[in-house]
């Protein structure tokens, strides 16, 4: 089991900055990725960045140049880096950990941390 613990949310105006983080614990050396995930009101959950074990990223092409994703191992923690926010950025932000144990793939999500952009 994985266990993700966000923070970090909150509301800011359009053009403003914030920095999300999760913390993660449990089976640790098993994770794959990490990345975090989005949802608004009225729409399907959508993949805004990851980050692999090596450190490779991928971001949603909506966010790119705007937000970076890191990773601390000796914390566990993967945090999200916002800048340039916009109102179409406000929606709740999931913490996601992807494991791979015996050829098994699953899938750990947080609590989720409202992220509202004023305009």
């Known amino acids: 089991q994985v266990q993700l613990v966000e923070s970090g949310g909150g509301l800011v105006q359009a053009g403003g900055s914030l920095r999300l983080s999760c913390a993660a614990s449990?089976?640790?050396?098993?994770?794959?990725?990490m990345g975090w995930y989005r949802q608004a009101p009225g729409k399907q959950r959508e993949l805004v960045a990851t980050i692999t074990r090596g450190g490779s990223t991928n971001y949603a092409d909506s966010v790119k140049g705007r937000f970076t994703i890191s990773r601390d191992n000796a914390k566990n923690t993967v945090y999200l880096q916002m800048n340039s926010l916009k109102p179409e950025d406000t929606a709740v932000y999931y913490c996601?950990?992807?494991?791979?144990?015996?050829?098994?793939?699953?899938?750990?999500w947080g609590q989720g941390t409202q992220v509202t952009v004023s305009s």
């Open positions: 996601n950990a992807r494991t791979i144990r015996f050829q098994t793939t699953t899938d750990y």
């Open positions: 449990g089976i640790i050396f098993s994770i794959n990725a």
